[in-house]
T-cell receptor, first 115, second 114 residues
């Protein structure tokens, strides 16, 4: 069946521009997570959605980062006024919730390069 | 707070020999622990998970891991390495305080030579 999809797969942007990254979770998955994978930092948690609400935004690195989820499905991660240190692979994962809450399925990621 | 430490950044083995990737964890709760694998230019794939059932967990592709509470360890093993096992492996703990977000170790790169 269809897995988690992310778009674009690659994004190159100039410093100071805004970018939007999209995640389509597996159909029926209620939980959605954003992570960032960068050289030297490993994989870090950014934000978590249960349905459309984000009870935990503790991982967002600055107020330039925001995310929303609509209809309990698609999520968008927005980075405003991008900086070079934002360059990374941004990964989205979804989870069925309930007893399987802890099993997360990852998308292929969006590679963001800020020049 | 939860954390994981992968003791080796790089492990090299010969095809057909055993694989051991070491992981220690720190958790205030009874943890849920995972191993994920990432092949080059591919997404993260769940290898196996421990969620307080049997302490010896079997995963895909012949991998298994043993949860040892007294040693706070969750080492990943495989009896015989295959060339296709070459990848990056992440030991992961679930953070209950962050909506079960996953806390990743730094990763171990496994190289397999013929």
């Amino acid at each position: 069946g269809a897995g988690v999809s992310q778009s674009p797969s690659n994004k190159v942007t100039e410093k100071g521009k805004d970018v939007e990254l999209r995640c389509d979770p597996i159909s029926g998955h209620t939980a959605l997570y954003w992570y960032r994978q960068s050289l030297g930092q490993g994989l870090e948690f950014l934000i978590y959605f249960q349905g459309n609400s984000a009870p935990d935004k503790s991982g967002l690195p600055s107020d330039r980062f925001s995310a929303e989820r609509t209809g309990g499905s698609v999520s968008t991660l927005t980075i405003q006024r991008t900086q070079q240190e934002d360059s990374a692979v941004y990964l989205c994962a979804s989870s069925p919730g309930g007893a399987e809450l802890y099993e997360q399925y990852f998308g292929p990621g969006t590679r963001l390069t800020v020049t | 707070a939860q954390s994981v430490t992968q003791l080796d950044s790089h492990v090299s083995v010969s095809e057909g020999t055993p694989v051991l990737l070491r992981c220690n964890y720190s958790s205030s709760y009874s943890p849920s622990l995972f191993w994920y694998v990432q092949h080059p230019n591919k997404g993260l794939q769940l290898l196996l998970k421990y969620t307080s059932a049997a302490t010896l967990v079997k995963g895909i592709n012949g991998f298994e891991a043993e949860f040892k509470k007294s040693e706070t360890s969750f080492h990943l093993t495989k009896p015989s390495a295959h060339m296709s096992d070459a990848a990056e492996y992440f030991c992961v703990v679930s953070d209950y305080q962050a909506g079960t977000a996953l806390i990743f170790g730094k990763g171990t790169t496994l190289s397999v030579s013929s």
